[in-house]
């Protein structure tokens, strides 16, 4: 509706807001791999108008820093949004490899995305989001895995969740990525990646 109505400030605003909610989804992904291609489909230098939903239109907003000519894509992203939605009740998350999936999102958050900050800047926005997932996996598996690994993801998670919360500057709202420090950075990969480990050996461990 910002897109559609002009109101750049407004859908810079909600866009980190928005797509937290679909990082919430990323251990499922593979269950979806066309619409997500769609969705949330990686943009690539020169070639931006090839790709549609969340980082097409990050790159209007952040990159343009404009929303006229994106209308349609936002309508698309809506649409496809929807078909996803419908399909959803199908997804089993019980499959163990959906915490394989987990594992590497984790590693993809510390290895690309927090190596290459997006133009968005989003980063931590989807760190929250993706630690989020993980806690609503750790329900799922806790009693299907070792004790130990169990509570050694749950320390990381919860320091992970530490770091996280001293960027919040609202409700759910978070600092932009590309105003850290290196040093800042290098805590929150190390933190990443601590939860990337600690996940894979529970998956590791499940009977």
């Known amino acids: ?26 251990p499922l992904a593979p269950s979806f791999q066309e619409l997500d291609e769609k969705i949330n ?19 209007g907003l952040f990159g343009e820093k404009k929303t006229a000519g994106y209308e349609g894509i936002a309508e698309e992203l809506v649409a496809d949004v929807k078909s996803l939605q419908a399909d959803f009740a199908t997804i089993d998350v019980s499959e163990t490899n959906v915490l ?20 968005a800047g989003n980063e931590v926005h ?16 806790v009693p299907r895995v070792s004790t130990e690994s169990a509570e050694a993801a749950s320390n990381a ?17 978070y600092v932009n ?9 290098q805590e929150l990969i190390t933190a990443v990646t601590n939860v990337e480990a600690a996940l894979q050996q529970m998956n590791e461990s499940i009977k």
Do not use: H, W
Not at 101 to 113: E, G, I, K, L, P
């Open 1 to 26: 509706t910002a897109i559609n109505e002009g109101k750049l400030e407004d859908a810079q605003e909600l866009y980190p807001l928005v797509t937290m909610y679909y990082e919430r989804l990323q």
């Open 41 to 59: 489909g990686d943009i690539v230098k020169g070639k931006e108008t090839d790709t549609t939903g969340f980082q097409r239109i990050a790159y």
């Open 100 to 119: 394989a999936s987990a594992v590497t999102m984790f590693q993809d958050m510390a290895n690309n995305r927090l190596t290459s900050p997006s133009i």
């Open 126 to 141: 989807a760190v929250k989001a993706q630690t989020d997932a993980a806690e609503d996996l750790m329900e799922v598996f």
């Open 157 to 173: 998670i919860t320091k992970l969740n530490e770091i996280v919360a001293y960027y919040e500057v609202g409700k759910e709202d």
């Open 177 to 185: 990525y590309n105003l850290f420090t290196t040093k800042q950075e």
